[in-house]
């Protein structure tokens, strides 16, 4: 059995928020002569540049740029996916949620047009982000073939996000990055850390300079890259990965030796986790780390506070 994902990994210059057409030829053209219905990933923010002909500080844009998450340009990008034919992760936008707040949200679009999850960033770099904190884990199931987790850049220096992400199903991780420090080369391998101790498919998407550094990258369920942007240019990582990759390392081992979701028994006593006053229950700790179902498709996308009971 293969459960195959086409990937597209766009590691583009930031895009000027209202450049909708653009976006629209960009995807075009990366998926151009693809297999169909591409899962096309950009960095975060892609579409957090200024409208005009400069730039005013982060909190202040924020402000200007923020929409309600199903406004115009959610519209506008359900479209763009259905009218394409392809999973779009544009990239997360500044989203003013309800009560008035700004968030750093990450949405995705089905190839039917359709909004299937938006994840709020819940690590935002501080103190130089001022958006406030997302709540909730958010996975996405792609089109009944596997799930899919979301996380934003800094999040994946929380090993928390990542795990919880692998307990609700994830089998594959997108991490959207807007990274210009040297500090890309410890995400490296966070990356990599991330998808070892979790045995999924990490993929972390960095923007193109100048504002970012580049260095995307694709890792397998072993830890294993499979590929990785040289430079900060703009560049286009294509792959057909297999979803069944991470059930047969989740049941073989990592390098045949290593099964962590397999560690508990039923009889073990639970580990307090002091840290999250809570604890490693050997009843819950599988969660949904089997792949998820294929029968049916589903465009719901599953929130921590949802599906799944925390550990």
């Given at each position: 059995m293969s459960r195959p994902v086409p990937l597209v990994l766009a590691q583009a210059a930031r895009r000027a928020a209202d450049d909708l057409d653009g976006l629209a030829a960009d995807v075009r053209n990366r998926t151009s002569g693809l297999p169909d219905a591409p899962l096309i990933v950009y960095p975060e923010l892609h579409l957090g540049g200024?409208?005009?002909?400069?730039?005013?500080?982060?909190?202040?844009?924020?402000?200007?740029?923020?929409?309600?998450?199903?406004?115009?340009?959610?519209?506008a990008l359900a479209e763009m996916a259905g009218d394409l034919g392809v999973w779009l992760a544009p990239g997360s936008v500044?989203?003013?949620?309800?009560?008035?707040?700004?968030?750093?949200?990450?949405?995705?679009?089905?190839?039917?047009?359709?909004?299937?999850?938006a994840y709020r960033k819940i690590f935002p770099w501080r103190p130089y982000e001022t958006v406030s904190p997302g709540a909730e884990f958010t996975v996405f199931d792609l089109g009944g073939i596997g799930r899919v987790g979301l996380s934003i850049c800094y999040d994946a220096w929380f090993p928390e996000t990542t795990r919880h992400l692998a307990w609700m199903g994830a089998e594959l991780v997108l991490n959207l990055v807007q990274t210009s420090g040297s500090d890309r080369a410890q995400e490296l391998v966070l990356a990599r850390a991330n998808a070892i101790v979790n045995q999924l498919?990490?993929?972390?998407?960095?923007?193109?300079?100048p504002v970012g550094t580049g260095r995307s990258l694709l890792v397998d369920p072993q830890g294993t890259v499979r590929s990785e942007a040289v430079g900060d240019s703009d560049t286009t990582l294509t792959d057909v990965i297999d979803l069944d990759e991470v059930a047969n390392v989740r049941r073989l081992g990592t390098a045949a030796l290593n099964r962590p979701w397999q560690q508990f028994r039923p009889d073990d006593q639970p580990l307090a986790l002091p840290l999250y006053q809570g604890r490693i229950d050997p009843v819950t700790w599988a969660g949904a780390t089997a792949p998820a179902p294929v029968s049916s498709p589903s465009t719901e996308s599953r929130s921590a506070l949802g599906e799944a009971r925390m550990p």
């Open positions: 200024p409208t005009g002909d400069t730039t005013p500080p982060p909190a202040e844009l924020a402000e200007i740029l923020a929409e309600p998450m199903d406004g115009p340009r959610d519209r500044y989203e003013r949620a309800a009560d008035g707040r700004v968030h750093n949200t990450a949405p995705v679009y089905s190839p039917r047009g359709e909004r299937v999850a498919f990490v993929a972390g998407v960095n923007c193109a300079a």
